[in-house]
């Protein structure tokens, strides 16, 4: 069987700076061979031709939001891209700057081609450090971006003054606070940092560490809090919560198939990793909207802290139901009288 093609998703808000970073990533790519798929809002195509390097391979998705109406010439593109001898070492999909970059990795995971083909390794969303947490508040689309991005890169520091870079920087942190921050200026990184992070891999989930207080509900010794939450104008909101005592694993493997198709309209993101009674394994998941990516992954270590971390990131989320439904799925713990 031949190795999945790598994707990496930059998404961003208009004018944040997202093909300046492909171009960034193209001209430092010796050796490399990348294709591109660049996706407009608009028909004129203007992105498409101010990406360089006339080795790349440039296609473009215009007349419409990759979001909505071109998720079928995203799957015809990608498929003929991996079927080509003499394949690519990567795939590069710059979004519109309107578009929720969630379609794109749903449509990786459940066409069965691209599936079997490719392998998604990290969605990069560019935010402009001066004008985040406007646009925050202002559209939707700016946080369902960030909510997704497994690295967001505050770009445009040169522009933004020390206090519009802090106020950036906690709001990233109130919408997903899973993601790795950057400072930079014109998508200047090193490539190794944005490309082959494997940010799709259930082991290398990242998720805040765990912060435990102890407390006491009903009967059952019981530790329980909500780390962070943050709300915005749009009604986006992020519960982050650790959970010391460990589940039961059919009722919370259950709970949260039922919970994704519930919710999976609204729910833009979800990661943990979980403590089951009676596996010696943590249990990880990945959630966008209904996708659902979940499995056993490497043994507790001695000494490590058995305790859960989730994180959920969606519209008109309710941390008491998330935490109600949660308690119900907790293993019985025996309380000696
Ligand atoms: N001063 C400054 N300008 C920047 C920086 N990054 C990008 N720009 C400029 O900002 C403008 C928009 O950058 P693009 O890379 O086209 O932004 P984009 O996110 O692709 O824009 P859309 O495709 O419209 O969503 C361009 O004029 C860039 O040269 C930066 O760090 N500092």
Known sequence: MTSRIPVTVITGFLGAGKTTLLNRILQGAAGKRYAVIVNEFGELGIDGSLVVGAEEEVHELNNGCVCCRVRGDLIRVMSGLIRRPGRFDGIIIETSGLADPAPVIQTLHFDDFLRQHTQPDSVICVAD?????????AAPEAGAQLAQADLVLLNKCDLAKADELAVS???VERVNPTAEVVRCERGDIELDRLIGRGAFDLSRLRVPPLQIQ????????????EVEEGRHGDGLRCVSLSIEQAFDPSLFVGWLLRFVRENGEHLLRG????????????????????????????????GEPRGSRLVFIGRDLSAIALRE???????QVEVTP
């Open 271 to 302: 990661k943990g990793i979980v403590s089951l009674r009676g596996s010696e394994k943590r249990f990880v998941f990945q959630t966008v909207h209904m996708t659902v990516d979940s499995g056993m992954d490497r043994a507790w270590k001695d």
């Open 325 to 331: 439904q949660l308690e119900a799925c907790l293993a």
């Open 169 to 171: 920087e906690i709001a």
């Open 129 to 137: 450090a001066r004008h985040l947490a406007r646009q925050l508040q």
């Open 214 to 225: 102890r407390g006491r509900i009903g009967r059952v010794p019981h530790a329980y809090v």
